[in-house]
């Protein structure tokens, strides 16, 4: 006879991290396929140009949502994961993050002139309203994850795809284009936003300036250190459509994001072992951190290398079958992108480890030098090569940031790869 409650009562005296772990890839996986299938759709439907626009249209909202977090986002999970003064912490960060909204928000009225694809697409004012909803969304986001909640946090990353993709299919089909695409953006983030306050036990508390003190000298760095991954991110994005068309941006980013299956295992980790690193960083066990990692890169390296060799026999196809002929004039630029996602397992991993083991300044260092030179080949490469020069600036920089975050990790901790899983 089946019974729910015996299933569940199995899972909960699973190993806390070995659950939170299956609970995080097993979300990763499922928004992984979705957004995959997603994407074909829409690159069928709309073609290569509408969603070209609509990855500008992220690209912005990421750079502007970076601004109105200013790290603070960051800070607050570990200082809340810390397990000290939880409420006071939560409440200055809700403070910070309304106020950096209304930065953000200046700045963005500011540069409209500049930002001639985002109006002539339409998608300015759903970018104004992202950004808005998004403070909701990540505070109680931050503030559910902070306290160990990861698998609701997962849940709720989950809902937000969901929700997304069920209102642009709907928007696309009945032809609105750019805006159905911003418009269903923006709904996923009320969606996500709501079902994780529910799970939100902290509340409002005082607060001085000792608070605001401790999560500053946190959030600066980690504010630096994201702006990085960020360049990593989105910087050929936007280079690609100031130099190029949005046709070339959508060809780039389908590309990328084709190569992107090598790394859900990293993503799932990534968000399993921030809380628990930092805590065992703050109690002293060092060999748990180590312990931990090793066994990270092993299981994500046993995604990541087969999807590479796969990809380099068979990427041409995927693009034609899976996005439709106009994509698989992307397949030189796929074949330089998915050695990209090996360094990636590395990069991401050990920079998240820098910060959780409260060495943001590390993790800065070695990302700043990789933004310079990602920004310098990225400017050189792409009027001449285009999105195979793009591809070409990211491959050398990621490797180069993996290279430098391990140096830097190795220095608090041995840094190794299990040899078995």
């Not at 809700?94 to 500049?114: D, H, I, K, T």
């Not at 380099?312 to 994509?327: M, S, T, V």
Request: charged share 10%; glycine share 10%; net charge positive.
């Amino acid at each position: 006879m089946f019974r729910p409650s015996a299933y569940v009562g199995r899972v909960m005296r699973i190993d806390p991290v070995r659950r939170q772990s299956v609970i995080s890839l097993g979300s990763t996986l499922a928004l992984t396929a979705i957004g995959f299938l997603s994407t074909m759709f829409f690159a069928h439907t709309v073609g290569p140009a509408i969603l070209g626009a609509y990855f500008l249209f992220v690209a912005y909202y990421s750079v502007f949502n970076l601004i109105g977090d200013g790290g603070f986002g960051g800070a607050a999970v570990k200082r809340i994961s810390e397990g000290v003064d939880q409420n006071a912490y939560f409440t200055a960060f809700v403070f910070l993050r309304v106020m950096l909204l209304v930065a953000s928000v200046g700045l963005l009225l500011l540069l409209r002139p500049l930002l001639v694809d985002l109006t002539a697409s339409g998608a300015f004012p759903w970018l104004l309203a992202a950004l808005v909803v998004s403070v909701f969304t990540n505070v109680a986001a931050n503030g559910v994850y902070g306290t160990g909640k990861v698998g609701i946090n997962q849940i709720g990353n989950l809902i937000d795809t969901l929700v997304r993709i069920i209102i642009q299919v709907i928007a696309v089909i009945l032809g609105y284009g750019i805006a159905g695409l911003a418009g269903g953006f923006v709904a996923g983030l009320i969606a996500c936003g709501l079902f994780t306050f529910r799970f939100l036990d902290l509340s409002p508390a005082p607060f001085g300036l000792p608070h605001l003190r401790s999560l500053f000298s946190f959030s600066v760095w980690t504010f630096l250190s994201s702006s990085g991954y960020l360049v990593f991110s989105y910087a050929d994005t936007i280079m690609i459509g100031y130099f190029m068309t949005d046709v070339d941006v959508g060809i780039y980013r389908v590309a990328l994001q084709l190569t992107s299956i090598a790394t859900f295992v990293t993503l799932a980790l990534h968000t399993t072992l921030f809380p628990k690193i930092s805590y065992w960083g703050k109690q002293g066990e060092l060999s748990q951190v180590e312990h931990a990692i090793a066994r990270g890169f092993t299981y994500s390296l046993l995604l990541a290398v087969p999807v590479v060799f796969g990809g380099w026999l068979l990427g041409e196809r995927l693009l034609y079958f899976f996005y439709g002929a106009a994509f698989s004039v992307g397949a030189g630029a796929l074949a330089i992108l998915l050695p990209v996602q090996i360094a990636h397992v590395f990069m991401f991993l050990q920079t998240m480890s820098l910060n959780a083991l409260n060495r943001p300044q590390d993790s800065f260092r070695v990302t700043a030098i990789a933004v310079c030179a990602n920004i310098l080949l990225n400017l050189g490469l792409i009027p001449l090569y285009g999105i195979t020069g793009a591809a070409m600036a990211t491959l050398i920089t990621m490797a180069l940031n993996a290279t430098l975050a391990g140096r830097s990790l190795s220095r608090c901790i041995r840094v190794r790869v299990e040899s078995r899983p």
